[in-house]
């Protein structure tokens, strides 16, 4: 019971700080367009993490894996994995669809959302750019655990001339 408690109050820690991140970065120039067509079946399933900007509730994760899982309510479940401390760590959430093409809204915790952009995408599927309302949060993402270096640096241009400091990105398996 104590383990639970410990983990709830864990999550709602990562919860604000997430917040406090995305509005402090406020007023920093990014692209944030997202895709124009967008099919939400063919996005579902498992896509594994590339890269990332480093943030709290993924620091020291390694083989990091998504999961998208459509529920008869219409909602989305999601299911993110990775490995840290030679553990398997698992986090489930939800997200839902908005008005908005290519842009859901994601929980890991109770009612708190955050933005879930799909920024750019490959023609079949193959990768996804994944980004946030800050500039703090970027995501690649791939249906294979790694990706062609020519497609992964046609990425990272792509999210560098969108205003993303690429510099920064730690690759999951480096």
């Known amino acids: 019971m104590k383990r639970k408690q410990h983990n709830r109050m864990l999550l709602l820690a990562l919860t604000l700080l997430f917040g406090l991140f995305a509005y402090e970065s406020v007023g920093q120039e990014i692209d944030r367009t997202r895709v124009e067509k ?18 709290r509730f993924e620091r020291g994760m390694t083989d990091v ?3 998208y899982k459509m529920l008869p309510n219409g909602k989305i479940e999601v299911i993110n994995s990775g490995l840290k401390d030679g553990k398997r760590s698992v986090a489930r959430g939800k997200a839902k669809l ?22 750019a995408m490959g023609d079949s599927g193959e990768w996804a750019l994944i980004g946030s309302r800050s500039p703090k949060y970027l995501w690649i993402l791939s249906r294979t655990p790694t990706l062609p ?24 398996n480096d």
């Open 38 to 55: 967008f099919d939400l079946q063919s996005f579902l399933g498992r896509w594994y993490e590339i890269a990332r900007l480093d943030h």
């Open 65 to 67: 894996v998504a999961e």
């Open 98 to 119: 908005t008005d908005t093409p290519a842009h859901l809204r994601v929980s890991f915790f109770w009612f708190f959302y955050a933005d879930y952009n799909i920024l």
């Open 149 to 172: 270096e020519a497609t992964l640096q046609h990425i990272v241009a792509i999210a560098h001339k969108r205003g993303y400091n690429t510099a920064k990105l730690i690759y999951d």
